[in-house]
């Protein structure tokens, strides 16, 4: 009798179990297509309503354009020639663009990509004569990213704006001791003894090490001819250290003739400009693009739960 109310016993647990597991399996499929649903119904409201920057604004109406430079100036980075150079033809080749703000915010980056934006910069002010473009600094502006600003009409800064950083660096380590220390040995072929140069496995050769430094020397060169053409008489080459990669704050450096004047964006639209009305022509990624790679990460992480999921079934 003991037995068979146990068997009865282990029956009812069993099916309990079952169900309970078979409820958190359909719970689970629920929440992944409702967070399914919900991305899709998002994505459709951003689609129709939020790529709406430039098409609801009159562009046949004179206003002040924008185009934002943020972050690292690099070729595969939001901040790359490509993007800013196109942002900024579609600002000047616009009639009603009464002037072009170019607003900063960068640590700098690429000194190839930094040329770029800047060569392009003179050429549309040559282009376009009668469109100023001023640059506006908001937290830092350094090394690439002053390269550039140097380019326009006039630049403008916050009082705690981080200016400067003229000069050239280039990075790298050395592991020798800590691989004689392993029992390491290096083994690398080339053709050409100069090919492994500044390799970290390798000690330091004196005659490569010159040899960058006179090219580092070079490209800083180049900066400080760029930045004292596009600065002019305004830029106080007195100044210990100026060239030196040195930084200064916003206010400090409108005293040296780094910054013109202190002042926001929408100071220099309103009151420099005349235009308040602000135009953002920042090149954006693809609203779709974006979407779906969000949509597909967030996909796959639910896929993930459900398929991957350390609870039994």
Excluded at 162 to 170: E, F, T
Excluded at 190 to 215: R, S, Y
Excluded at 264 to 288: C, F, M, P, Q
Aim: net charge negative; with cysteine; hydrophobic share 40%.
């Amino acid at each position: 009798m003991s037995d068979t109310n146990g068997s009865w016993e282990r029956k009812i647990v069993t099916q309990l179990a079952e169900s309970s597991l078979k409820e958190q399996r359909r719970s689970r499929r629920w929440g992944i297509f409702f967070k399914l649903l919900t991305f899709i119904y998002i994505g459709a409201i951003v689609f129709i309503f939020g790529d709406a920057t430039l098409s609801e604004i009159k562009l046949d109406e004179k206003h002040t354009a924008l185009v934002e430079l943020n972050g690292v100036i690099a070729d595969d980075k939001e901040a790359s020639a490509d993007t800013i150079v196109t942002a900024l033809r579609d600002a000047f080749e616009n009639e009603n663009s009464a002037g072009v703000i170019l607003r900063i915010n960068s640590p700098g980056g690429s000194p190839v990509q930094s040329g770029y934006i800047y060569d392009e910069i003179l050429r549309l002010r040559e282009e376009y004569p009668d469109t100023p473009l001023y640059a506006v600094v908001t937290d830092i502006c350094a090394s690439g990213g002053y390269y550039i600003a140097a380019a326009a009409d006039k630049i403008y800064a916050d009082k705690a704006s981080i200016v400067g950083s003229i000069g050239v660096r280039m990075d790298n380590f050395g592991f020798v001791d800590a691989m004689n220390k392993l029992g390491v040995e290096r083994r690398t072929l080339t053709a050409g003894k100069n090919k492994a140069l500044l390799d970290p496995f390798l000690p330091i050769d004196e005659k490569t090490t010159a040899h960058m430094q006179v090219m580092l020397s070079e490209i800083h060169k180049q900066f400080i001819d760029a930045v004292k053409e596009g600065r002019g008489d305004r830029l106080d080459t007195s100044v210990e250290g100026l060239f030196s990669g040195l930084i200064w704050t916003g206010e400090a450096a409108v005293n040296i003739g780094l910054v013109d004047e202190l002042a926001s964006s929408s100071h220099v639209a309103r009151e420099v400009i005349g235009e308040e009305t602000i135009v953002n022509y920042t090149v954006k990624e693809d609203i779709l693009a974006r979407f779906a790679e969000r949509m597909g990460t967030s996909a796959a992480q639910a896929i993930s739960t459900q398929f991957f999921s350390l609870t039994p079934r």
